[in-house]
């Protein structure tokens, strides 16, 4: 079974400044994906970003870029140039490539902070 | 375009009782998703519906259970309600079933146990 770590259950960031988020998982496949989910306290959950294992380049949107390491299972996520509107809890989650396990699998979360 | 739509917001309810909880997917999205988020145990995958099959279940008892409807809606049911059952209950939802299709989801219903 896939497992999903994140190891900072919180994290804090002045605004403007640069943060990283980090995220390991566990898996015996070849082919998956993997994506940051962002749940700010009006508790939708939003896509950040995602990542196809099969990719070697590295995932960006706008001030939101991963840093993907297949072989260490890492993925990490920057957020560049905080705003007060990135304050969420931050999740990373692990979905298979095949259709029969779709879901997502999802590690603990990390709860970002933005200081003025 | 709407998007997830979940209802109702917040539903309370007593041990013993059974729950209907309701989602409708955003418009042309065949497949649909229930997570559980309880406190302390983070998102956990309970069900999985796509074209009107249930494709996938997680590691819940049988007493969680729901259908797909033909428009693609979806209805999660819990019977004989347990107070560890109080939760966030998210759907989400995507178009088809391949894992290159992101989930998008709802704002939650929030099932209270008294």
């Known amino acids: 079974a896939q497992t999903v770590t994140q190891s900072q259950p919180e994290m804090s960031v002045q605004e403007a400044e640069t943060v990283t988020l980090s995220c390991t998982y566990d898996?015996?496949?070849?082919?998956?994906?993997l994506f940051w989910y962002k749940q700010p306290p009006s508790r939708q959950m939003i896509l950040v970003i995602r990542q196809e294992a099969y990719k070697q380049q590295n995932a960006t949107e706008n001030r939101f870029s991963v840093n993907f390491q297949k072989a260490a299972k890492s993925f990490s996520l920057k957020i560049s140039d905080s705003q007060l509107g990135d304050a969420a809890m931050y999740f990373c989650?692990?979905?298979?490539?095949?259709?029969?396990?779709?879901?997502?699998?999802f590690g603990e979360g990390t709860q970002l902070t933005v200081n003025p | 375009e709407a998007g997830v739509t979940q209802s109702p917001t917040h539903l309370i309810k007593t041990r013993g009782q059974q729950a209907t909880l309701r989602c409708s997917p955003i418009?042309?999205?065949?497949?649909v998703y229930w997570y559980q988020q309880a406190l302390g145990l983070g998102l956990q995958f309970l069900l999985w519906?796509?074209?009107?099959?249930?494709?996938n279940r997680g590691n819940f008892p049988p007493r969680f259970s729901g259908r797909q409807f033909p428009n693609y809606s979806s209805e999660l049911n819990v019977n004989a309600l347990e107070l560890e059952d109080s939760a966030l209950y998210l759907c989400?939802?995507?178009?088809?079933?391949?894992?290159?299709?992101?989930?998008?989801f709802g704002d939650g219903t929030r099932l209270s146990i008294l």
């Open positions: 989650a692990y979905r298979r490539w095949e259709t029969s396990g779709s879901r997502l699998t």
């Open positions: 989400a939802s995507s178009m088809g079933a391949s894992g290159l299709q992101p989930q998008h």
């Open positions: 519906y796509d074209e009107g099959e249930e494709r």
């Open positions: 898996t015996s496949e070849s082919d998956y994906y």
């Open positions: 418009s042309g999205h065949t497949s």
